[in-house]
């Protein structure tokens, strides 16, 4: 994902903050390596550098524009709900009656 041309706020709409920050984790983290790349001189493709930093940026902007309220958060799946049965089902602890 992180580097790609087709990286596009609409795909990123798709994703969860959670994976959004993941992404960005790693994407400082290839940005990291690509600047010691360079600083080495080992680097062959340099406009990987602003391809990562430019994934980088859209990344922060749309989860600033969620916190702001601009952008709408991905609803995630509803967790199974539990059934009355179940919740019968499951012993209660008694409390032992004190003598006064």
Do not use: C
Not at 5 to 21: A, G, I, Q
Not at 45 to 55: C, E, S
């Amino acid at each position: 994902m992180i580097g790609s041309k087709n990286l596009t706020p609409e795909d990123l709409d798709k994703v969860e903050d959670s994976l959004l920050v993941e992404e960005l984790r790693k994407a400082k983290e290839e940005l990291f390596n690509l600047r010691f790349q360079s600083a080495t001189g080992q680097l062959d493709a340099h406009g990987r550098l602003k391809a990562v930093k430019r994934d980088i940026a859209r990344i922060y902007t749309v989860l600033r524009e969620r916190e702001l309220g601009i952008r709408a958060v991905p609803v995630a799946a509803p967790a199974p709900k539990t059934t009355k049965k179940a919740a019968a089902e499951k012993p209660v602890a008694e409390k032992p009656a004190e003598e006064a």
